[in-house]
């Protein structure tokens, strides 16, 4: 046991240093290969292997979606949309966050994404219309975090690649979670708004009003059910899917629209090479890292510790998640997939929990861990957007944080709220 917390030390401790997560991994994993004498013969042929793979092929595509329909201008009308079908409903303009958020996340799979390009217009909108400042910032924070958690999603494609779970009914396992997840923040949105006095109201729209805005958003509200369904439906995998929605989305900002032009398309594409080159990096090192402990029975050790302590299948659940909660502090959520989930998916298939019904137990930390200081990326995309104090958006994401737990618990209280519609789809 010393030899494992003595690796996972000095990771963590490299990790802090601000080291890259990619030089993080392949320096611990050659040191202890050097150490223990071993060649680095495999170094070069695991790392490619690990890239090697056709359901990693999705996040690129997914990825150049979301840039896309981002440049596009996708989120403003989507938040438009809602804003005008809703904005009569006591808190109607938060409560249009939160569906607004949940649609982009439907539409590109990034959580900084959604918050970012949500964000932008929301937070302005409800300071003016005088909801409290640390209730906006921390719903936008909050709402972002849908992204990972309604497909498409990049987790969850990482994390099907790693345990060979079907990404096809991870992303059908997320969509009811997801939707329970949103109507909490809603109703606590609708409960919040209703205590502030000096709220104002808007009138209801006309139907010519919804209409018009019903047109403009049409085609773009066309991609979930397409990717979705089409997975559903066994049409497609989720890496046609993939690029079946970034075709779509190309036709619709470029052609349909006409938002976005040829000299649009290099930025776009230097984007998307950046975030999908980081990730794959990432996951190269992660496998070989992984290899190397394989190599020196690292996991067995895990196995037989987790195996004495006999905590059964919800105590070892319980504890996971507090681990995650602990991981979520400190790692981002590709850092955390790639490290926890090898280590943890032998003990998994040990106690025979189902890995798609984990999987999504796994996002919704992952969700936390986008929000709890003192290394929440969404907070940071929040405190870039309104330059505003750290503190602030903190103390306003502390109730959505603990929804978020509220949901976690619920999905871990009824599996079939994720396993349902994978039974039926598959």
């Known amino acids: 046991m010393m030899e494992i917390l003595i690796i996972f030390g000095l990771l963590f401790l490299l990790l802090f240093t601000g080291l890259p997560v990619f030089l993080s991994l392949g320096t611990l994993a050659i040191g202890i290969l050097v150490l223990s004498g071993q060649t680095l013969s495999s170094l070069a ?11 990693l092929l999705a996040i690129p595509l997914f ?3 979301a840039q896309i329909m981002a440049r596009g201008g996708v989120g403003d009308d989507l938040f438009d949309f809602v804003h005008v079908w809703l904005r009569h409903l006591p808190g109607g303009l938060a409560i249009t966050t939160v569906v607004a958020c949940s649609l982009f996340a439907a539409i590109c799979g990034s959580s900084t994404a959604t918050a970012l390009t949500i964000g932008t217009l929301a937070v302005p909108a409800m300071l003016r219309y005088h909801y409290d400042r640390p209730f906006t910032l921390g719903l936008l924070a909050a709402g972002g975090t849908l992204g990972i958690l309604i497909p498409p999603s990049g987790p969850m494609i990482i994390y099907g690649a790693i345990t060979d779970t079907s990404v096809g009914r991870l992303f059908i396992a997320g969509i009811l979670p997801g939707v329970a997840i949103s109507l909490l923040f809603i109703l606590y949105c609708y409960l919040h708004s209703r205590r502030l006095p000096d709220l104002a109201r808007e009138i209801t729209s006309t139907w010519a009003e919804k209409v018009a805005a019903l047109r403009r958003v049409a085609f773009s509200l066309l991609l ?7 997975i559903y439906s066994g049409a497609f995998t989720p890496t046609e899917a993939a ?17 976005l032009k040829l000299k649009d398309i290099i930025p776009i594409l230097q984007d998307t090479v950046k975030v999908t080159s980081m990730l794959l990096m990432i996951i190269g090192a992660a496998v070989y890292f992984g290899q190397v402990l394989t190599i020196n029975q690292i996991p067995q050790k895990i196995v037989q510790f987790a195996t004495s302590l006999a905590l059964g299948k919800w105590g070892f659940l319980i ?24 280590i943890l998916f032998p003990i998994l298939q040990l106690l025979r929990i189902d890995p798609v019904w984990f999987g999504i137990l796994f996002t919704i930390n992952m969700e936390l861990a986008l929000i ?12 870039g957007l309104t330059k505003t104090d750290m503190a602030e958006i903190i103390r306003g994401v502390w109730p ?9 618990i619920i999905v871990m209280l009824f599996p079939s709220l994720s396993l349902w519609l994978p039974m039926k789809a598959f």
């Open 63 to 65: 990825t150049l979606m």
């Open 319 to 342: 504890f996971v998640n507090l681990l995650l909660l602990f991981l979520g502090c400190f790692l981002e959520v590709v850092s955390i997939i790639l490290i926890a989930v090898p």
């Open 224 to 230: 979930p059910p397409v990717i979705i369904g089409g």
């Open 400 to 408: 959505f944080i603990l929804l978020l737990a509220a949901g976690l």
């Open 372 to 383: 709890t200081p003192p290394v929440g990326m969404n907070l940071y995309v929040i405190l």
């Open 45 to 55: 042929g695991t790392m490619y292997g690990a890239m090697d793979n056709f359901v």
């Open 243 to 259: 690029g079946i929605g970034a075709t779509m989305s190309f036709i619709i900002c470029f052609v349909i629209y006409r938002r």
